[in-house]
C-alpha cells in the first residue's frame, strides 16, 4: 500500500508526554472488531470484512487538547441493550478513552463529534461535562434518527452542544469546510450524508493527515485526496502510526 511505503520516511513518532511540538495527535483505540460476521461479495466472491478499529484521534494544541470522535465508551453494552439487545456485541475489550486519559492524568477541553452513530458517539456519556461541537445536521440526526444507526441513550445525560458554522469554501474537493485555529492546522469539511465530519491536520513539518468520522462510502465521496495527504483510516496504516501513548508528530 502507497501510503505504507512512505510512512517511515514522514513520521517521527514519540512516546513521551512533554513535547515541544505545536501540534500533535495520538490515535486512542478504545476496542476492535474482528468480524462483523457479515461477509460482502466482492469482485464475484464472498469476502470476510476487515477488521475494525474504534477509536477516537487526541490532539494537542499548545497545551489546549481536543478529542475527534469517542470510540466505545464506558457504557456500550447497556446503551445497545437499551435500544437493540438481540444485536451480538463483536467487539473486543473495551478500553474506554476516558480510562485511558484518566490513568495518565490527561484531561481534553472539548470533543468534536464525527459521527452520531452508535460506534462513534458512545464516549460523549463520558465527557458529559465537555462542550462537543458538532455539525448541525448531525445534531438533528441524532435526535430524529432511530436504532440500531442511532442509540437515545448515548445523549440521554444531555449533550452541551456547540454547533459549527462551515463556509462555501473548498478544501480538497469538499464544498464546505471550517478551519478552526484560523490556520489551516485543523480543518474540518462535512461528509456526504447525516452530518458526519472529516479531519484534516498538519503538523510541524508540513505533513497532512486525514480523518473520517464515519465509515467510508466510495459512492458519496469526494474525488480522491492528493498523494501528500495519509488518510487514516486503514488498520494496517493505523498500527504502523501506533496507538496512544505514542504521538505522531
Not at 514522514?10 to 476492535?32: D, K, P, Y
Not at 487526541?58 to 447497556?78: K, V
Not at 471550517?178 to 472529516?198: F, Q, S, T, Y
Amino acid at each position: 500500500m502507497r501510503s505504507l511505503r512512505i510512512i517511515g520516511l514522514l513520521l517521527i513518532l514519540s512516546a513521551g508526554t512533554v513535547s515541544a511540538a505545536e501540534l500533535r495527535f495520538s490515535l486512542v483505540r478504545t476496542a476492535q472488531t474482528t468480524s462483523s460476521g457479515e461477509f460482502a461479495w466482492r469482485d464475484g466472491g464472498w469476502v470476510q470484512p476487515p477488521i475494525i478499529n474504534h477509536i477516537a484521534v487526541l490532539i494537542e494544541h499548545q497545551g489546549s487538547r481536543l478529542l475527534f470522535g469517542t470510540g466505545l465508551g464506558r457504557q456500550i453494552d447497556t446503551q445497545l441493550d437499551s435500544a437493540i439487545p438481540w444485536r451480538e456485541k463483536r467487539y473486543g475489550a473495551v478500553q474506554p478513552v476516558r480510562d485511558q486519559l484518566n490513568r495518565d492524568g490527561i484531561s481534553i477541553d472539548r470533543v468534536v463529534l464525527g459521527c452520531a452513530r452508535w460506534e462513534y458517539a458512545s464516549g460523549l456519556a463520558d465527557f458529559a461535562d465537555l462542550p462537543v461541537l458538532a455539525n448541525p445536521e448531525s445534531i438533528h440526526y441524532a435526535s430524529t434518527a432511530t436504532p440500531p444507526a442511532v442509540i437515545p441513550a448515548q445523549f440521554a445525560h444531555g449533550v452541551k452542544w456547540q454547533p459549527l458554522r462551515f463556509e462555501r469554501r473548498p478544501f480538497y474537493g469538499f464544498e464546505e469546510s471550517l478551519d478552526l485555529l484560523g490556520d489551516e492546522r485543523l480543518v474540518l469539511v462535512k461528509l456526504p450524508g447525516h452530518g458526519a465530519l472529516g479531519l484534516f491536520l498538519k503538523l510541524d513539518n508540513g505533513q497532512r493527515y486525514f480523518f473520517r468520522g464515519d465509515a467510508a462510502d466510495s459512492e458519496n465521496s469526494p474525488k480522491p485526496l492528493p498523494v501528500e495527504v495519509l488518510q487514516i483510516q486503514d488498520v494496517q496504516l493505523q498500527s504502523q502510526l501506533g496507538f496512544y501513548p505514542r504521538w505522531i508528530e
